[in-house]
């Protein structure tokens, strides 16, 4: 049974990987998942509420949208860390320089999660679109909502 808020041109777009490829490629260059547009970001730290192209709620109606992002940029950031970590134990064994380990491995933990942090929010929020298309109505829902048409924070 189809879902009736679709057209029928969506649910075959939903199982293309070219479709998969053109939204993750705009989510990495930070750009509107669902249409390409800028000025998605409110800041490094925030989105805009709604894209100022085509209207999308940005954290789709949900409060609690971004916690996935925060998982991934946690779990991305441990695993390059870790990576690291055993690439340097390795080389330089048997003196392994510990205190250079520790200190070099928290600074880099939270200075990679500070840089990753957009990208991991547009990243998640690209990856939801491809598992759940945007729906005609959805957007609509965007365009009549009058908060924060451009990236300016907002009280
Ligand atoms: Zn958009």
Request: charged fraction near 20%; aromatic fraction near 8%; glycine fraction near 8%.
């Amino acid at each position: 049974m189809s879902n009736p808020r679709r057209l029928p041109q969506d649910e075959a777009a939903e199982l293309s990987t070219a479709r998969a490829w053109r939204i993750m490629s705009r989510a990495a260059r930070l750009r509107c998942p669902n249409c390409g547009g800028d000025r998605i970001l409110d800041g490094w730290f925030a989105l805009a509420h709604r894209c100022p192209t085509c209207g999308l709620v940005l954290d789709r109606g949900e409060s609690d949208y971004f916690l996935g992002a925060y998982l991934v940029n946690l779990v991305a950031v441990e695993l390059i860390l870790a990576a690291i970590m055993v690439v340097i134990g390795i080389a330089t064994a048997p003196d392994v320089p510990w205190t250079l380990l520790m200190w070099g491995g928290i600074v880099f933990a939270l200075v990679a999660a500070i840089a990753c942090y957009p990208w991991t929010k547009v990243l998640w929020l690209g990856f939801d679109i491809m598992l759940r298309p945007v729906t005609h109505e959805e957007l609509a829902l965007g365009r009549e909502d009058t908060r924060a048409v451009s990236p300016t924070r907002h009280a």
